[in-house]
């Protein structure tokens, strides 16, 4: 049962994945990272209570806390004082970043297969849905031009990482967790500083405008 | 040897099928009024609404072909014969075997072709675009329905629907991942194929971006009474496939005549819960433009195919 209610949540993290690939509002992508969150913690925290894994709970919460509560607000305190909270992006081609996502789905999945089939763990059938979000993190970063979705890809990423790891080897230890989680927070913070510099030297949050950085 | 109780089960089940139709369409209808703080027309309406288009008379346009005055008829026989072959009292009826759910969605794609030649058929221009507008939902709708399909089949082992319904509704409980995802996608396609509300909306003449009512505008009378009558059936049978893949508990089995109470309460409780749920996802969704349409079904494509994926990852 465990399982299943796991492989379930696994699923809803890989549609918020797809989602977050497809959404144009900044607002609500920050919406789709905190859920995704949520999911992340309630399965690894369904995990920890089936395995007895006792490392595992405190994982669950730093995951709530930090992913669920703390770096969305961040996030919106940023988007406040950057003042794009109504950005709309102009996604050109949302059905051919979709195929290209189901392209990488089907990828990750037979990636993961024989190596799920090594893991002894009783949730090492979701590694391919893991490997499949990072994946799709990654794709998110690639086809976005603004800066803050494509942070919001990397914390995604993140996520997408912890959960691999959870499903294959039953989570990192607790002081590697617990630094990774203090590097994203440190990470969200500087790159809110990084926002400020981009719009200050090229007055918009393209980031293409980096490219002419060049002089040549 | 023929099967004679089952031959019966099967003519009550059509029957039914047919007669309860409009009451589900009059039901969301109904509970959308409410939703909204009206009165409501009664649930009844579709029935009165059919009786006196059945008794006025029929105006053709002069230039209409033969295929403007049968495509009323083709409609409702492929309607009739699709609701035949799911199975909403009972599993196992001879008549099931006729088709499986490829056939079923060749079924539905039969009615979409020819409601769309006959509203070009006319000329009117609003004919042309609806005809245009339902080709085009229809060939991207049509694919998500069937990966959605075979999600199900994948799960049961067999396309035969009858079969799928008996291995889902006799499984012990279980959460499938694949299956919840196929349930969204398909629920995306019933709202796209019966011209509901993100897609298309059933309740106006006015707008210029409305879909089957565009597509129907030149019938009158009893041939528009047969058309009105088919989407019912057409919105009727759609639910009953999802009920039948998603919650197909408490149906009969075979054509055992002793749990049809069982069955017929099951299957009006069940009905009567989607089609609130219908009206209540109409009334808090606003309508699409057009060209939003593709990304609509494009992700229920996505949702399908991801199910689809999930279940060769999970085995579940």
């Not at chain 1, 789709?32 to 925290?45: K, M, N, P, R």
Request: hydrophobic share 60%; with cysteine.
């Amino acid at each position: 049962m465990a399982q299943q209610v796991v492989n379930l949540l696994a699923t809803i993290l890989l549609i918020i994945a797809f989602a977050m690939l497809s959404q144009r509002r900044v607002l609500s992508l920050i919406r789709l990272f905190a859920w995704q969150g949520l999911a992340l913690s309630v399965s690894t925290a369904i995990v920890a209570y089936s395995t007895g894994q006792t490392h595992l709970w405190a994982s669950a919460a730093v995951t709530l806390v930090l992913k669920v509560i703390v770096l969305p607000i961040v996030l919106h305190k940023l988007i406040d004082q950057l003042n794009v909270r109504w950005d709309v992006e102009t996604l050109i081609n949302v059905p051919t970043t979709m195929l290209v996502g189901i392209g990488l789905a089907i990828f990750a999945f037979a990636l993961a297969t024989p190596i799920s089939e090594m893991a002894g763990t009783v949730t090492r059938s979701t590694l391919g849905i893991a490997l499949a979000s990072v994946l799709l993190s990654f794709l998110m970063m690639i086809v976005r031009r603004k800066a803050i979705p494509q942070v919001i890809g990397f914390l995604a990423m993140e996520n997408g990482l912890f959960f691999a790891a959870t499903s294959a080897t039953y989570g990192m230890p607790l002081v590697v967790e617990l630094g990774i989680a203090l590097d994203v927070l440190v990470g969200t913070f500087v790159f809110g500083i990084f926002f400020f510099h981009i719009r200050e030297t090229f007055d918009s949050l393209d980031i293409r405008h980096m490219e002419t950085l060049k002089e040549d | 040897m023929i099967d004679w109780a089952g031959i019966a089960f099967q003519i009550l089940q059509s029957v039914f099928v047919v007669l309860a139709a409009p009451l589900l369409l009059g039901w969301v209808n109904q509970c959308r009024a409410w939703l909204q703080n009206r009165r409501g027309p009664g649930v009844l309406r579709p029935y009165f609404m059919l009786w006196r288009l059945f008794h006025k008379e029929a105006v053709i346009a002069h230039h209409a072909s033969v295929l403007f005055r049968a495509t009323p008829y083709v409609l409702f026989g492929c309607m009739w014969l699709a609701a035949g072959i799911v199975p909403v009292l009972a599993t196992d009826l001879p008549f099931a075997f006729a088709a499986d759910i490829i056939a079923l969605v060749g079924i539905f794609a039969l009615a979409r072709v020819f409601i769309a030649l006959a509203a070009m058929d006319i000329g009117t221009s609003f004919g042309g675009i609806g005809a245009r507008r339902e080709m085009l939902i229809g060939f991207l709708a049509e694919p998500a329905m069937l990966m959605t399909l075979f999600t199900a089949a994948f799960l049961s082992g067999s396309t035969a629907l009858t079969t799928i319904v008996e291995a889902l509704a006799h499984r012990e409980f279980a959460i499938h991942p694949s299956l919840a995802c196929a349930a969204v996608a398909f629920l995306m396609v019933l709202l796209a194929e019966n011209a509901r509300i993100p897609v298309d909306n059933p309740a106006t003449h006015l707008e210029l971006t409305m879909i089957h009512e565009a597509m129907i505008l030149e019938y009158s009378a009893r041939h528009l009474a047969l058309v009105e009558w088919a989407a019912a059936i057409k919105l009727f049978a759609y639910m009953t496939i999802g009920v039948a893949l998603f919650a197909p508990w408490g149906i009969a089995e075979g054509s055992d005549w002793g749990a049809l109470p069982v069955a017929i309460a099951a299957a009006a409780l069940k009905l009567a819960l989607a089609g609130a749920g219908l009206a209540a996802l109409e009334t808090v969704s606003a309508k699409f433009r057009v060209f939003r349409a593709p990304e609509f079904l494009g992700t229920a494509f996505l949702l399908a195919v991801l199910g689809m994926l999930v279940y060769f990852l999970t085995n579940a």
